[in-house]
């Protein structure tokens, strides 16, 4: 288990996994007017007004697409994991609850088992209003379910339902260039989804620190945000979290030698990191490699719900940056709720056979069924040990669950894709070889005939 944090005496800034930076510098406590930490709930409520708070709105809230998203076609990651199977059987998070700590959800029609007002660190409305659109897109991924037939997108589980816990957003900014958000609040957030008894905890949201600062067993909010996920893993809660963005904050680690230390996915033993890979399966050049990567799900040109204010249909890109130009919706936050979702139909239909599986081995069952990639272990830092399979996280047995050991790896038949590119000299000399073989055959065989041959006409004579 890696160590914890400087005491300092204020939380470190958060990032919306999606690539909007909030900076790592410590700065006052977020969402309060206090000098000193805010207090565990911090209850700003509907009618809260803004003189109350040292932030300024400096965009006004995502509004929805006015003539709705209707788009019929399936989306590719949702074709690529094939999770409607599971739809099929019976497994669509009936029942269960998945936490979202986000810029909030908004109340969208197409959200299958509804969305409840969890915590809130932001002013102007509760915890389901979504003024930055992010957490809405990240609910809609886990249980988005269009009650249009002609609509080809469903969320992981569209039956479950959304605890949204709001404490972040980039649109509120102090005098100090502060966003709301940082690793205390985020603490407090986790530690109230898992007094609400979820199912899931997902958090599309990253504070990227250097390796040095989240390495000092003193800093105090980090330490915070340890205790609040392995809190969350001893009560059967898993947190999957996303791997984050290359960003200003976010450097790009190289593989095996990190230098930016990304949380809550540094704490990898409690949390569940999720990195992002585009159409053709390979890492998106974004998501940010670690050690602590532990899978990767679709994260590039994703479709989900409308997130603006009103919104009814779909979304395949966003506003985004103080022009709102619209770009395609992407980055590690959308990849990490394919998971969140798969989390609860492995909840789910293992506890419907008796089976109430800790968090451990939902983590284990998850990464051990992956599509894993080469290299040593089946596992990188860039994509962890594979893009998830979430028919075979639901249908495989997965030893360990028994206590028994997984099966030996068995020989690797030779298929032509294994001969190398090209290398004439070796295939000439190996050609060369077997006809030299085969010849020497041929005339052993020659002569023997020979020889009975003659013996046979002595004996005639």
């Given at each position: 288990m890696r160590s914890t944090l400087p005491r300092v005496r204020r939380g470190l800034a958060l990032t919306a996994a999606a690539g909007?930076?909030?900076?790592?510098?410590?700065?006052?406590?977020?969402?309060?007017?206090?000098?000193?930490?805010?207090?565990?709930?911090?209850?700003?409520?509907?009618?809260?007004?803004?003189?109350?708070?040292?932030?300024?709105?400096?965009?006004?809230?995502?509004?929805?697409?006015?003539?709705?998203?209707?788009?019929?076609e399936k989306?590719?990651?949702?074709?690529?994991?094939?999770?409607?199977?599971?739809?099929?059987?019976?497994?669509?998070?009936?029942?269960?609850?998945?936490?979202?700590?986000?810029?909030?959800?908004?109340?969208?029609?197409?959200?299958?088992?509804?969305?409840?007002?969890?915590?809130?660190?932001?002013?102007?409305?509760?915890?389901?209003?979504?003024?930055?659109?992010?957490?809405?897109?990240?609910?809609?991924?886990?249980?988005?379910?269009?009650?249009?037939?002609?609509?080809?997108?469903?969320?992981?589980?569209?039956?479950?339902?959304?605890?949204?816990?709001?404490?972040?957003s980039n649109l509120y900014v102090s005098d100090t260039d502060q966003t709301i958000g940082n690793t205390q609040t985020m603490a407090e957030a986790i530690n109230s989804a898992v007094d609400a008894n979820v199912g899931v905890i997902n958090i599309s949201q990253s504070s990227c620190q250097p390796m040095e600062q989240a390495s000092n067993p003193g800093e105090r909010f980090n330490q915070m945000l340890h205790n609040a996920v392995k809190r969350a893993y001893d009560a059967g809660i898993v947190v999957v979290a996303a791997a984050g963005n290359v960003s200003e904050a976010c450097k790009k680690n190289s593989p095996g030698s990190p230098s930016t230390a990304v949380l809550p996915a540094w704490f990898d033993e409690y949390v569940l990191t999720v990195a992002s890979v585009n159409q053709a399966g390979a890492p998106s050049e974004f998501t940010v490699p670690g050690p602590w990567v532990d899978v990767a799900a679709p994260g590039e040109n994703i479709t989900s719900l409308d997130p603006g204010r009103g919104g009814d249909g779909l979304a395949t890109q966003i506003s985004s940056g103080p022009d709102g130009q619209m770009t395609p919706i992407q980055g590690t936050s959308f990849a990490a709720p394919y998971v969140s979702g798969l989390?609860?139909?492995?909840?789910?239909?293992?506890?419907?056979?008796?089976?109430?599986?800790?968090?451990?081995?939902?983590?284990h069952r998850i990464t051990s069924t992956a599509l894993h990639p080469g290299g040593t272990g089946g596992r990188n830092d860039i994509v962890?040990?594979?893009?998830?399979?979430?028919?075979?996280?639901?249908?495989?047995?997965?030893p360990a669950e028994w206590g028994k050991a997984p099966a030996p790896p068995g020989p690797t038949e030779l298929s032509a894709d294994v001969l190398p590119q090209k290398d004439w000299p070796a295939l000439i000399i190996s050609i060369g070889g077997a006809g030299a073989g085969v010849a020497a055959i041929v005339f052993t065989a020659f002569l023997t005939n020979a020889v009975r041959n003659v013996r046979a006409r002595t004996r005639g004579d």
């Open positions: 909007l930076t909030l900076g790592v510098a410590a700065g006052p406590a977020a969402a309060q007017g206090y000098e000193g930490p805010p207090p565990r709930n911090p209850g700003i409520t509907a009618d809260s007004t803004l003189e109350t708070f040292p932030y300024d709105r400096r965009q006004g809230c995502m509004q929805g697409n006015p003539g709705g998203g209707i788009i019929e989306p590719w990651a949702q074709l690529v994991l094939g999770y409607e199977q599971a739809h099929v059987q019976g497994l669509t998070g009936s029942g269960y609850t998945a936490a979202v700590i986000d810029t909030g959800v908004n109340q969208h029609p197409w959200l299958g088992g509804g969305v409840a007002a969890g915590e809130n660190s932001v002013p102007e409305g509760g915890a389901t209003t979504d003024c930055d659109g992010h957490g809405t897109v990240v609910a809609g991924l886990i249980s988005g379910q269009p009650t249009n037939d002609e609509v080809g997108f469903v969320g992981m589980a569209p039956d479950a339902s959304i605890l949204s816990i709001r404490q972040q989390v609860l139909l492995i909840k789910q239909k293992f506890e419907a056979q008796g089976r109430d599986l800790t968090a451990e081995e939902i983590m962890g040990y594979g893009m998830v399979d979430p028919m075979a996280a639901l249908s495989d047995v997965v």
